[in-house]
Nanobody
Framework: QVQLVESGGGLVQAGDSLSLSCAAS????????MGWFRQAPGKEREFVSA???????TYTDSVKGRFTISRDSNKNTVYLQMNSLKPEDTGVYFC???????????????WGQGTQVTVSS
């Protein structure tokens, strides 16, 4: 069992930066792939980024070059550094744990409660 708790969301202006954190419980954190997803009002939950157990990363095209995912297994935490934020980045951001770092939300077994990110223009 893995429990995930996100933090770091907030209200920012376009062009600003935010850093999200996802703290995981459980001694097997280092063996899980971790993903970040987001959901805007009225839209499906969409893939943002993922990181494998050994640090391999993947991003959706719209955030490449602006967002960086990382993990610290000593702290059981995964991060999402978000720079040059745009209004279209607005949504609830969820972290998730799964076996493989896929783009498919149904491949992830554990989810956090989400943290709101709002980017004003």
């Amino acid at each position: 069992q893995v429990q995930l708790v996100e933090s770091g969301g907030g209200l920012v202006q376009a062009g600003d930066s935010l850093s999200l954190s996802c703290a995981a419980s459980g001694r097997t954190f280092s063996s899980y792939a971790m993903g970040w997803f987001r959901q805007a009002p009225g839209k499906e939950r969409e893939f943002v980024s993922a990181i494998s157990w050994n640090g391999g990363t993947t991003y959706t095209d719209s955030v490449k070059g602006r967002f960086t995912i990382s993990r610290d297994s000593n702290k059981n935490t995964v991060y999402l550094q978000m720079n040059s934020l745009k209004p279209e980045d607005t949504g609830v951001y969820f972290c998730a744990a799964g076996v493989l770092p896929t783009r498919n939300r149904y491949d992830y077994n554990y989810w956090g409660q989400g943290t709101q990110v709002t980017v004003s223009s």
